[in-house]
């Protein structure tokens, strides 16, 4: 991505530009105390926390109830089949959100000044 610095009144007259370059994903290690942006991952982070906490908070079948056979047992694969499902749509929409540049930590690369500018 490239900026371009212009005088607001004739924008034929440029006064030079930047190129700006992505680094990564701008999330923050919860686990670290005053982390740095981009010191954190966004499926360790947030999709998986997110799902295990769908996980604990669901029944788990206990003795009898958690043989194949058993009704509760299937429920139980039927939500771990959608928690499979929500995370995968998670990771989807997290890349998309990269593609398009949100949440995402950038660097100013290279800045040129027309001389007279200067």
């Known amino acids: 991505r490239f900026l371009l610095a212009t005088n607001p009144n004739n924008q034929k007259e440029v006064f030079g530009w930047a190129q700006?370059?992505?680094l990564g994903p701008a999330i923050t290690d919860p686990s670290t105390f005053?982390?740095?942006p981009g010191s954190g991952n966004m499926e360790r982070?947030?999709?998986?926390?997110?799902?295990?906490?769908d996980f604990e908070s669901d029944d788990f079948p206990i003795g009898f109830a958690?043989?194949?056979w058993t009704k509760e047992y299937r429920d139980f694969t039927k939500?771990?089949?959608?928690?499979r499902k929500k995370r995968m749509a998670l990771l989807a929409q997290s890349e998309r959100?990269?593609?398009?540049?949100?949440?995402?930590l950038w660097e100013l690369a290279s800045v040129y000044v027309?001389?007279?500018c200067r």
Request: aromatic share 2%; hydrophobic share 30%.
């Open 20 to 22: 700006l370059r992505p």
């Open 34 to 36: 005053d982390a740095a």
């Open 45 to 53: 982070d947030v999709i998986n926390e997110e799902i295990w906490d």
């Open 66 to 68: 958690s043989l194949p």
């Open 79 to 83: 939500s771990s089949d959608q928690r």
């Open 97 to 104: 959100e990269l593609e398009r540049g949100k949440n995402q």
């Open 114 to 116: 027309v001389p007279s």
